[in-house]
């Protein structure tokens, strides 16, 4: 029962991180970091991303235009989209070595010390994945916020407010803890492998029978 157990929380573990994964690509390339809402052409809403900069409008659809330099960008656009790259790269990386830990997997059963180290390195990676996902969406939504309640500026000038991809980066990155958590779980309990409790077993059998022949003598 306690191997079964351990086996769904790896599997869990490794789902959550897919997930996180997955949604963690999505935001990177997501055009929707900023909205933009303009007063005086409501048709006309305003997009902004880590890539391009787009407008929807409700006759001719999406037209986006990427960005034309990296040292042109605000700060915390480039460190974001440094820092999702990362993410997703430690991400891929951490399902790659907790792949080859699960204890599902054959391939390596006789070498139980390196499968629990490559799932405790592959939880630590999707840790790294998930704050290294939730800083930058969560630096954005700040310096939106900042400039949505500057007072310096004109009440008449449109303000940026939160997009789409802040709150699937968020998500992306509860994923990747929450997996990675579960992961590093079932390395810390204490596992019994089949041989093993064979071996505890004949072992106490020993044990007993030399016990009665001392007894017997």
């Keep these: 029962m306690a191997l079964v157990y351990r ?22 390339y997501l055009p929707q970091w900023k ?14 991303g880590l890539w391009q900069a787009c407008v929807v409008q409700e006759e001719g659809g999406m037209q986006c235009k990427d960005f034309d330099s990296f040292l042109a960008l ?3 656009l480039r460190i974001s989209r440094i820092l999702m790259f990362f993410s997703n790269g430690s991400g891929l990386l951490g ?44 630096w954005v939504a700040h310096s939106t916020v900042q400039e949505f309640w500057d007072e310096n500026i004109p009440d008449i000038v449109p303000r940026w ?3 789409e991809a802040l709150f699937v980066g968020w998500l992306a990155g509860f994923c990747l803890i929450l997996g990675g958590s579960l992961l590093n779980c079932t390395v810390c309990s204490r596992e019994l492998h089949p041989s093993s409790v064979r071996y505890t077993v004949a072992e106490q059998q020993d044990q007993c029978q030399h016990l009665e022949t001392e007894t017997r003598s």
């Design 7 to 28: 086996l769904m929380m790896q599997l869990s573990g490794v789902l959550f991180s897919l997930v996180g994964w997955v949604l963690s690509c999505l935001t990177t």
């Design 35 to 48: 909205n933009l809402n303009l007063e005086l052409n409501e048709l006309e809403i305003w997009t902004m």
């Design 74 to 76: 605000p700060p915390e």
């Design 95 to 138: 399902l790659l070595l907790s792949g080859f830990g699960l204890d599902c997997l054959k391939i390596g059963e006789r070498q139980q010390e390196q499968k629990k180290r490559l799932l405790l390195f592959g939880g630590m990676l999707f840790w790294m994945s998930g704050i290294t996902a939730i800083v930058p969406v969560s």
């Design 161 to 163: 407010d939160f997009g």
